[in-house]
Each structure stands twice: as structure tokens, then as C-alpha cells.
């Protein structure tokens, strides 16, 4: 019987390391070339997600001893980016996505339910302004529709 992988940091780095084609010794290795640089920050953004229980020394520690306020720039880089592109987004869940399947079973609940909520709401709001973007009365017909429902279930204040 084959046992699951445990959820760790070299974990997480072998899997971004993988789906960017990489060798994981470059996530902690020194060089700062985007190439390398986008992959340790969404590794970092992965490791803060999913293990919470991290502090950022302790995170900057497994990427090749590098300081917590650069931890929390690569954090705030990969929110930052997310905020501004669906596809990457859609790529960065896709994978926290695949590194939780692989490491099942692990239930939802190890996530804080904040965390999933507001993964969904960005995912939301993403889509809204797309959908704003490319037709407007749509938009406000579809978050006008909604808005009557949740209040309807007592769900706005």
C-alpha cells in the first residue's frame, strides 16, 4: 500500500519546482533572476497558505536562509499578481489544488475557513469585473438579481 506524502515545505517545493520546471535547489539558491524569483515566491505564498502554523523566519529559513520581510514581499508579489490576472490566479489555486489531492487525505478544514472564503470572494470579484468589463448592464443585472437574494436569506447586512 503507498502512503501519501506528508504536507511540508519540501513538499510544497517539490511540486513548484516541478510546475515550473525547475530543480528545487534553485528555489533556495541564491539567484534572483524572475525566472527563479516568481517560483520561490509562489512556493512561499503556497507554504503560507497551507502551513499556518509558519512564522515568516521560519519559512525564509527553508528558502535557503533568506530574511522573513523577504518572505513577506513574495507573499504580498503573489497576492499582488493574483489580484491583477485571472490565468494566474486560476494556475496559483490549480496548484495549491494538486498539492493537496497529492498529500489526501487531508481534509478541507485544515484550511481555515476565512482562508477558503476569501480565496472564493477574490475569485468572485475577479469574475465580476471581467463580466463588467465586457458587458456592463449584465453585470449590474446578474449583482443586482444576487444582491436581492442574499438579502432575501438574510445574508447581507
Not at 444582491?147 to 447581507?156: E, F, I, N
Amino acid at each position: 500500500m503507498m502512503s501519501t506524502p506528508a504536507l511540508t515545505v519540501g513538499f510544497i517545493q517539490q511540486r513548484v519546482a516541478m510546475a515550473y520546471g525547475l530543480d528545487v535547489r534553485l528555489l533556495k539558491s541564491p539567484r534572483r533572476s524572475r525566472k527563479i524569483a516568481r517560483p520561490r515566491q509562489v512556493a512561499m505564498w503556497l507554504t503560507e497558505k497551507l502551513l499556518p502554523d509558519m512564522s515568516y523566519p521560519e519559512i525564509g529559513r527553508a528558502f535557503g536562509d533568506r530574511d522573513h520581510t523577504t518572505v513577506m514581499h513574495g507573499v504580498r508579489r503573489v497576492d499582488e499578481m493574483s489580484d491583477h490576472s485571472a490565468a494566474f490566479f486560476d494556475a496559483l489555486i490549480s496548484l495549491r489544488d494538486d498539492i493537496l489531492t497529492a498529500t489526501a487525505p487531508v481534509p478541507d478544514a485544515t484550511i481555515p475557513i476565512n482562508r477558503q472564503a476569501r480565496d472564493v470572494s477574490k475569485a468572485f470579484a475577479k469574475a465580476a469585473y471581467a463580466l463588467a468589463e465586457i458587458d456592463p448592464q449584465r453585470a449590474a443585472r446578474i449583482f443586482r438579481n444576487l444582491h436581492d437574494a442574499l438579502k432575501t436569506h438574510g445574508a447581507t447586512r
